[in-house]
């Protein structure tokens, strides 16, 4: 199985902050990749697909890069609404898998 | 509205069985390929199982093979995962997604508790 690595598996930040993410792949999966973002009690939300095409309905302040085994989620501006749980997950090759998550939360 | 109502869920005890389902509202069921995805405290996030349109194409993840099966009635709007054998480490909130590599939307998800 492949294996999702991300970093760091918790940070802080400000309001009005620029946050980045990053999940690497034990294997290449070209570009074969999704960032969810997750609030307590509630389902994780699609964000990103395809290592960078933003979801329907998501705001252009996140965006997501990269392509092989190394890939960052950026959040730019910091909003109060953003402070989740994101995980990133491989849709390259069976099982399916995600990383452990990185949480969000206020400094 | 795009809609996704799991149900189902419950307290069993080691190897019983649970039956989940999910009623899809909001878009036509027969054009997606829908997913069972489930969140545990020992393994995070974690996909269970997934389903093509037409429900010719099946795949587990390897905990859920031979026990977990996965089927669709598309005429009626709802998918649904038979579990058998359970185990405690099977303990954790089941969602249903729409899709089949990734996932968006999910329902609210369905609690199941495998314990004696």
């Known amino acids: 199985a492949i294996r999702m690595t991300q970093s760091p598996s918790s940070l802080s930040a400000s309001t009005g902050d620029r946050v980045t993410i990053t999940c690497r792949a034990s294997q290449g999966i070209s570009n074969r990749l999704a960032w969810y973002q997750q609030k307590p009690g509630k389902a994780p939300k699609l964000l990103i697909y395809g290592a960078s095409s933003l979801q329907s309905g998501v705001p252009s302040r996140f965006s997501g890069s990269g392509s092989g085994t190394d890939f960052t989620l950026t959040i730019n501006y910091l909003q109060s609404e953003d402070f989740a749980t994101y995980f990133c997950?491989?849709?390259?090759?069976?099982?399916?898998?995600f990383g452990g998550g990185t949480k969000v939360d206020i400094k | 509205e795009v809609q996704l109502v799991e149900s189902g869920g419950g307290l069993v005890q080691p190897g019983g069985s649970l039956r989940l389902s999910c009623a899809a509202s909001?878009?036509?069921?027969?054009?997606?390929?829908m997913s069972w995805v489930r969140q545990t405290s020992g393994k995070g996030l974690e996909w269970v199982a997934n389903i093509k349109e037409d429900g010719s194409e099946k795949y587990y993840v390897d905990s859920a093979k031979g026990r977990f099966t996965i089927s669709r009635d598309n005429a009626n709007n709802s998918l649904y995962l038979q579990m058998n054998s359970l185990r405690v480490e099977d303990t954790g909130v089941y969602y249903c997604?729409?899709?089949?590599?990734?996932?968006?939307?999910w329902g609210q998800g369905t609690l199941v508790t495998v314990s004696s």
């Open positions: 909001g878009f036509t069921l027969s054009t997606y390929w």
């Open positions: 997604a729409r899709g089949g590599l990734d996932w968006g939307p």
């Open positions: 997950q491989q849709c390259y090759s069976y099982p399916l898998t």
